[in-house]
């Protein structure tokens, strides 16, 4: 007896259906592999963003009951003395930070750029503080310099130097010394990002320029810092996030932990932590963390528009 055939229609619409079929079990598969993950940034870290959102209008000790505040969280940050030096400090920071930690990768990345004997060994030693203990740095350079013993002010002592600073102990200095260690330990990082930038520029422009009889400072000018402009875009963008945001490198070195920040050292993030977790003022403390996401997203979107404007 001779086999049944199925119509054509009926032969299209059984592929069809097989095809969304496998095409289904194939996203469930590629789900499943995304799941483990967006689970753990969805518990750990969008529903506690979605909530301090929500509790920066919100007053909350983490016992008592919830209760509606408003916009007096912000207001009451507008007059709190605290609050106006972490922000403040927190801008001087990042404008000390950013540009001369730019400046410093950059440079160094040029410099370990060029065929020297030991380059590698140089590169090494210029990323090891970014990848090091932070607790092992912050000790270690608070011995060096220590104002009382430390090297660095024995040899300014025997320079001539008659009043050598207090560095991070000094209120004149703690900031600088901030700055400086900051700089030390990112440029490294951003040495390495230069780098890769640096190897990308095509070195028949630097042959070219060679012919039309362009010195050194002027490749650098016409060549090299054109060519690594989207390089320096992205290093301006995370320093500036990451400058914004400090409070590892403020806790550690001056003395977070024994509670002796002094309102020349205390930043924001330090001073949400403190409301917070010290003082149980969560409210507040949400509300000072949209201030600060606030004031990132701007200027952010400033960096991005200038960056347009100038293509």
């Given at each position: 007896m001779a086999e049944e055939k199925l119509p054509v229609t009926d032969i299209k619409v059984v592929k069809s259906a097989a095809k969304k079929k496998a095409e289904v079990q194939k996203q469930i598969v590629a789900y499943s592999f995304i799941?483990?993950?967006?689970i753990g940034f969805a518990v750990f870290t969008l529903v506690p963003i979605i909530f301090a959102f929500a509790l920066a209008f919100l007053n909350w000790d983490g016992a008592n009951a919830i209760t509606w505040a408003g916009i007096s969280n912000f207001t009451s940050l507008m007059d709190d003395q605290q609050f106006r030096s972490s922000f403040v400090n927190t801008v001087?920071?990042?404008?000390?930070?950013?540009?001369?930690?730019l400046i410093?990768?950059?440079f160094l990345a040029i410099v370990l750029n060029q065929k020297i004997k030991g380059r590698n060994f140089f590169r090494t030693v210029s990323f090891f503080p970014y990848v090091a203990s932070l607790v092992a740095i912050t000790a270690v350079w608070n011995m060096i310099f220590n104002p009382a013993m430390g090297p660095v002010n024995e040899i300014l002592i025997r320079l001539g130097v008659e009043d050598p600073p207090g560095w991070i102990a000094d209120n004149d200095w703690a900031m600088f010394t901030m700055v400086l260690f900051s700089i030390w330990k990112y440029?490294?990082?951003y040495m390495i990002i230069y780098l890769a930038g640096l190897q990308g520029i095509n070195t028949e422009l630097y042959e070219a320029a060679s012919i039309d009889g362009v010195n050194t400072w002027?490749?650098?000018?016409?060549?090299?810092l054109p060519q690594l402009r989207n390089t320096t875009f992205f290093v301006l963008i995370m320093l500036t996030i990451q400058c914004f945001k400090v409070y590892d490198i403020v806790f550690m070195l001056a003395g977070g932990s024994a509670g002796t920040l002094t309102q020349?050292?205390?930043?924001?993030?330090y001073d949400i932590y403190n409301r917070a977790f010290r003082?149980?003022?969560?409210?507040q403390a949400s509300a000072e963390a949209l201030v600060l996401f606030i004031m990132v997203l701007i200027v952010t979107i400033i960096q991005f528009r200038l960056d347009r404007d100038k293509k």
């Amino acid at each position: 007896m001779a086999e049944e055939k199925l119509p054509v229609t009926d032969i299209k619409v059984v592929k069809s259906a097989a095809k969304k079929k496998a095409e289904v079990q194939k996203q469930i598969v590629a789900y499943s592999f995304i799941a483990p993950n967006f689970i753990g940034f969805a518990v750990f870290t969008l529903v506690p963003i979605i909530f301090a959102f929500a509790l920066a209008f919100l007053n909350w000790d983490g016992a008592n009951a919830i209760t509606w505040a408003g916009i007096s969280n912000f207001t009451s940050l507008m007059d709190d003395q605290q609050f106006r030096s972490s922000f403040v400090n927190t801008v001087i920071y990042s404008i000390g930070t950013v540009p001369l930690t730019l400046i410093a990768s950059l440079f160094l990345a040029i410099v370990l750029n060029q065929k020297i004997k030991g380059r590698n060994f140089f590169r090494t030693v210029s990323f090891f503080p970014y990848v090091a203990s932070l607790v092992a740095i912050t000790a270690v350079w608070n011995m060096i310099f220590n104002p009382a013993m430390g090297p660095v002010n024995e040899i300014l002592i025997r320079l001539g130097v008659e009043d050598p600073p207090g560095w991070i102990a000094d209120n004149d200095w703690a900031m600088f010394t901030m700055v400086l260690f900051s700089i030390w330990k990112y440029m490294g990082y951003y040495m390495i990002i230069y780098l890769a930038g640096l190897q990308g520029i095509n070195t028949e422009l630097y042959e070219a320029a060679s012919i039309d009889g362009v010195n050194t400072w002027q490749k650098f000018w016409y060549v090299t810092l054109p060519q690594l402009r989207n390089t320096t875009f992205f290093v301006l963008i995370m320093l500036t996030i990451q400058c914004f945001k400090v409070y590892d490198i403020v806790f550690m070195l001056a003395g977070g932990s024994a509670g002796t920040l002094t309102q020349a050292t205390t930043v924001l993030v330090y001073d949400i932590y403190n409301r917070a977790f010290r003082y149980l003022r969560y409210g507040q403390a949400s509300a000072e963390a949209l201030v600060l996401f606030i004031m990132v997203l701007i200027v952010t979107i400033i960096q991005f528009r200038l960056d347009r404007d100038k293509k």
